[in-house]
């Protein structure tokens, strides 16, 4: 799994565990197994399945399970926006879009529905149709994690270049949980990018001492620090990424990035 598809997966259970039940409950039946419970309930058993298999990766099943809970329930959103995802992962944006639509035709206000819809358009580059959407994440008075939104939504704008606007979102979202891991990287890379690499250094000494660690950061934390001119510590952020991440497009990077400065 990607670390796009990583990104979302927490977002998605949240979606789960919050309910998004469109059919009656009618009650237990005399068939066995799965059949026994309610359509809803059934539908809420397999699309647990099938972000479980999207964890590990294995999005044929998921899709498989998906697609069951959507038979016992065709208007069950937390199904639908997971297979709108899986599609986007596997280069499929136009079933993504069909999906991402499909779920707002069925919940329309939901917040966590249209923040995954609003992601999906930034990636996509629609910066201005992401904003609005966002926006309309955040007026739904039951969303349970507006601070999400307004993490995705800093990281869009920074995305496109909107700087004053990506530190609004950012530090909006730390208003609410001023430990976010994802708000607390961004603003470091913002600052970063803008030149200030004092601020971007406090930004990701913040989000270091959350206990995340993630390859975007130690690069990060190698290019702050050779800014800086603190080679001892640029270089332990390096020796970290090459420790544990040899193989990512960060660890590339790096190596790259120090044979032309050599």
């Not at 990104?7 to 197994?33: H, I, K, N, Y």
């Not at 910066?127 to 993490?151: G, H, N, S």
């Not at 601020?199 to 959350?210: I, S, V």
């Not at 590339?252 to 050599?262: A, F, K, N, Y």
């Amino acid at each position: 799994m990607s670390r796009t598809a990583g990104l979302l997966v927490a977002m998605l259970v949240g979606l789960v565990l919050t309910g998004c039940a469109t059919s009656p409950d009618t009650g237990p039946t005399t068939r066995a197994g799965m059949d026994r419970v309610s359509p809803v309930r059934a539908a809420e058993v397999n699309t647990r399945l099938g972000i479980g298999y999207l964890e590990r990766g294995e999005l044929q099943i998921a899709m498989e399970k998906l697609n069951t809970a959507l038979r016992h329930d065709s208007a069950h959103v937390p199904a639908i926006v997971t297979l709108a995802m899986i599609y986007e992962e596997i280069g499929n944006t136009s079933q993504a879009e069909r999906h991402y639509r499909q779920a707002l035709r069925h919940a329309p206000n939901d917040g966590a529905t249209l923040n995954s819809y609003a992601v999906f358009r930034c990636r996509r580059g629609d910066y201005a149709d992401a904003e609005d959407v966002f926006e309309r994440a955040l007026l739904d008075p039951f969303y349970a994690t507006p601070e999400v939104a307004k993490l995705n939504a800093g990281a869009c704008a920074r995305r496109s270049g909107e700087y004053e606007r990506a530190e609004h979102h950012l530090r909006s979202a730390l208003d609410i949980d001023p430990e976010l891991p994802g708000a607390l990287y961004h603003l470091a890379q913002l600052y970063y990018q803008q030149d200030d690499a004092f601020r971007a250094r406090a930004f990701l000494q913040r989000f270091e001492a959350t206990g995340t660690t993630e390859p975007g950061a130690l690069l990060l934390g190698f290019r702050v620090e050779s800014s800086l001119g603190n080679v001892s510590e640029a270089r332990h952020y390096s020796s970290i990424l090459e420790e544990r991440y040899p193989d990512s497009r960060e660890a590339r990077e790096l190596r790259t990035q120090v044979q032309d400065d050599d």
